[in-house]
């Protein structure tokens, strides 16, 4: 996905490639976010541990 954001973006232009960078870099941080999600929702879905 990133490399289909980067093709859209004009290298001459710097407030363009500012804009880029940033949205890239939300992306990936969207991504972390997901995946930390799906981790929390698979542990959610495992059985519960009885204590003893």
């Given at each position: 996905?990133?490399?289909?954001?980067?093709?859209?973006?004009?290298?001459s232009?710097?407030?363009?490639?500012?804009?880029?960078?940033?949205?890239?870099?939300?992306?990936?941080?969207?991504?972390?976010?997901?995946?930390?999600?799906?981790?929390?929702?698979?542990?959610?879905?495992q059985?519960?541990?009885?204590?003893?």
């Amino acid at each position: 996905m990133k490399e289909q954001v980067q093709r859209h973006i004009d290298p001459s232009d710097e407030s363009a490639r500012r804009k880029g960078d940033h949205y890239i870099r939300m992306l990936d941080a969207q991504l972390i976010e997901c995946a930390y999600t799906e981790q929390m929702i698979e542990q959610l879905t495992q059985p519960y541990a009885e204590v003893p």
